[in-house]
């Protein structure tokens, strides 16, 4: 890489970047509002690499409203770096001025990109691993999509039927099924647990005699019909097919993802590290690019999911931890996860997590030191290429 000669900074926008381009001496050379349009851009990159053909780019956002600018900075071998708007809105209150301003923000980062040398470069992911972001991302979405239609299915169900929201579980199939049929307590008790086990059983419900036996059980214990309790009855029942409805939907995604992440390079390797299933194992390469040399060393690698503790200290006070507040969080559930998991199948992770307990560790203090541990793991398989190899038993000397 050359030694850039102009900095061009770019505060994204939805709708319109601000691009800012300044010399070794922080003067300004150009200063314009562009659309986020790709002939737009493109006459922007022209004008830039007229003033000099050394220039190094920084953005403020990495997603979303920039992908267009990236593409074009990449497709065209642009060198870029990428600087958080938190780094940006701390930076700025150390310039001249209070007002903020389109302009003065593509200013501070074009001004940081000539000042610091800390910034790694912005590199593509390969394709795989965009499309396991953009799967995962919306895997993520419909989770959440479903603990929010469950949260209103429970309260609409409270308001009719306090005794069978309290008996059912409704993370799982058969209790979502189970409402999509029977809502009241008088259309419970006049069916009996016999025909509701059938219906149950008809849709492969498990356990269906359990489950019919708790509803007749939930309608025995209230004889009263709450007012509005028809309407409400039929809105448990659209409720609950919508919550079915996403089950579906997650289940169709999870099988893309499976499919997509089994055709990566790493895939094999990953999977090989008891307690990294496939849908981990995806978020671990949609939130890393899938290329380790981006990250330099493992350490850094861990810093990014939120596995290194940072310094804290001043004065007298010195040896204070903490997490740090900038962190993958997606990779950092994803690599706790995981270590939860390894915990049933893997002898050298049950003994690591036994041995930080015994040292006075909580619950969560030992599972965050072995998913750290974990990613020291990883890397040198990915980095050697080689499957996960079980260490072998260490046995006493008598």
Request: include cysteine; charged fraction near 25%; charge should be positive.
């Amino acid at each position: 890489m050359t030694v850039p000669q102009v900095w061009a900074g770019v505060d994204i926008g939805k709708e319109h970047h601000h691009c800012v381009v300044i010399n070794a001496g922080g003067e300004r050379l150009l200063s314009r509002r562009v659309l986020n349009d790709e002939a737009a851009l493109l006459e922007l990159l022209a004008d830039v690499l007229a003033l000099d053909e050394d220039v190094l780019w920084a953005v403020d956002l990495n997603h979303g409203g920039a992908t267009l600018l990236i593409g074009l900075l990449l497709s065209h071998d642009q060198p870029m770096v990428y600087i958080t708007g938190l780094t940006v809105h701390r930076a700025s209150a150390s310039y001249r001025g209070e007002g903020k301003t389109d302009a003065k923000d593509a200013f501070v980062i074009a001004d940081q990109a000539r000042m610091r040398r800390d910034l790694g470069p912005l590199q593509p992911g390969d394709e795989i691993a965009v499309d396991l972001r953009t799967l995962s991302t919306r895997r993520t979405d419909l989770v959440a999509d479903r603990t929010r239609q469950i949260n209103r299915l429970r309260a609409q169900l409270l308001e009719i039927f306090p005794a069978l929201e309290r008996a059912l579980n409704l993370t799982n199939k058969g209790p979502v099924m189970l409402l999509t049929g029977y809502q009241t307590p008088a259309a419970i008790r006049r069916s009996g647990a016999r025909r509701i086990e059938t219906w149950l059983r008809n849709r492969k419900v498990r356990a269906a005699s359990t489950l019919a036996k708790t509803a007749v059980d939930a309608a025995e214990a209230q004889h009263t019909a709450l007012p509005g309790e028809r309407l409400a009855a039929t809105m448990v029942v659209r409720l609950a097919k919508g919550v079915m409805a996403l089950d579906e939907e997650i289940a169709q995604l999870e099988a893309l993802i499976e499919a997509r992440f089994r055709e990566h390079q790493h895939a094999e390797v990953i999977l090989s590290l008891p307690g990294m299933g496939k849908q981990m194992g995806a978020v671990f390469i949609a939130a890393t690019g899938g290329d380790m040399s981006a990250f330099g060393t493992a350490d850094r690698l861990a810093g990014y999911a939120g596995l290194a503790p940072a310094p804290r200290d001043s004065g007298r006070v010195s040896g204070n931890l903490r997490r740090p507040r900038r962190f993958h969080r997606s990779l950092l559930n994803a690599m706790y996860l995981s270590a939860l998991a390894s915990l049933k199948s893997c002898p050298a992770s049950k003994a690591y997590y036994r041995r930080k307990r015994a040292e006075g560790k909580g619950h969560k203090q030992a599972l965050l030191s072995l998913a750290r541990r974990r990613v020291n793991v990883l890397w040198a398989m990915i980095r050697d290429g080689e499957c996960y190899q079980p260490p072998p038993p260490v046995t006493a000397v008598v």
